[in-house]
Structures are given as structure tokens and as C-alpha cells.
């Protein structure tokens, strides 16, 4: 195996940690150590399970790509490994921002709910 393998498969490995990591967002309850952690989801508990189920699905299906994407390139002799490093990068930051939107977004969504704002009200808004 070449330097190149090793990295290869350090990818397809944190894929699947990836994926694992985003099974357990996918059951876990508040808490300070795991999972989104953002004022947001501190501030009320459906944020929270609303953002860590829909960020643990998102990390499964980032996992899922990247070890997939580093599988097919240690299929390819002399394959490109800073293509699978950037995966991994890239795809975690965009998880990673999208998931903080996303738990803002629905701590706005609930507060709406709990002022009492009808539900035609909250379809326009849509």
C-alpha cells in the first residue's frame, strides 16, 4: 500500500465515523458534550431534537458520500487523495453551517408557534 492507500482509507474511515456520529444525533438528548450545541437548541427542547435528528441525517448522508467517494478512488491506481481530504473537509463545513441554520430557523419557527400565530398564518410566511 502507498502513502496515497493510507490516506484513502484514513478518508473512508472518517466517513464511516461520520456516519456513526450521526446515527447517535439521531436519539440524543440534550446534554453539553454531543450533538448541536447552539444557543438555539439550548433555548428550547424541540429546537433541539428538531436540529440534531435533521444534522444526524445530514452527517449520515455526508458519511456515507465521502466513504463512497474514497472507496472509488483506492479503486483507481495513482488516484488524486486531496479530492477525498477535500470531501471530507468541505462537506463537514457545510454540514456543519447548515446545521446551525437550520437549529435557528426552527427556534424562530417555534417561538411563532408559541406567541400563538395561526397556522394560515405561518403557511404565508412559508
Same mark, same amino acid.
Given at each position: 500500500?502507498?502513502?496515497?492507500?493510507?490516506?484513502?482509507?484514513?478518508?473512508?474511515?472518517?466517513?464511516?465515523?461520520?456516519?456513526?456520529?450521526?446515527?447517535?444525533?439521531?436519539?440524543?438528548?440534550?446534554?453539553?458534550?454531543?450533538?448541536?450545541?447552539?444557543? $438555539?437548541?439550548? @433555548?428550547?427542547?424541540? %429546537? =433541539?431534537?428538531?436540529?440534531? #435528528?435533521?444534522?444526524?441525517?445530514?452527517? &449520515?448522508?455526508? +458519511?456515507?458520500?465521502?466513504?463512497?467517494?474514497?472507496?472509488?478512488?483506492?479503486?483507481?491506481?495513482?488516484?488524486?487523495?486531496?479530492?477525498?481530504?477535500?470531501?471530507?473537509?468541505?462537506?463537514? $463545513?457545510?454540514? @456543519?453551517?447548515?446545521? %446551525? =441554520?437550520?437549529?435557528?430557523? #426552527?427556534?424562530?419557527?417555534?417561538?411563532? &408557534?408559541?406567541? +400563538?400565530?395561526?397556522?394560515?398564518?405561518?403557511?404565508?410566511?412559508?
Amino acid at each position: 500500500m502507498s502513502q496515497n492507500d493510507y490516506i484513502l482509507v484514513l478518508c473512508l474511515g472518517g466517513g464511516v465515523l461520520s456516519m456513526a456520529l450521526g446515527w447517535g444525533m439521531l436519539y440524543v438528548r440534550p446534554n453539553h458534550f454531543y450533538g448541536v450545541r447552539t444557543p $438555539a437548541t439550548y @433555548a428550547d427542547r424541540r %429546537v =433541539w431534537r428538531d436540529a440534531n #435528528r435533521q444534522s444526524g441525517k445530514g452527517l &449520515i448522508a455526508l +458519511g456515507g458520500a465521502v466513504s463512497l467517494f474514497s472507496s472509488l478512488l483506492l479503486a483507481v491506481p495513482g488516484a488524486p487523495w486531496p479530492l477525498a481530504v477535500f470531501a471530507l473537509l468541505a462537506g463537514t $463545513a457545510v454540514w @456543519a453551517g447548515a446545521s %446551525v =441554520w437550520y437549529a435557528s430557523q #426552527r427556534l424562530a419557527y417555534y417561538r411563532r &408557534i408559541d406567541r +400563538g400565530m395561526a397556522a394560515e398564518e405561518l403557511q404565508r410566511e412559508r
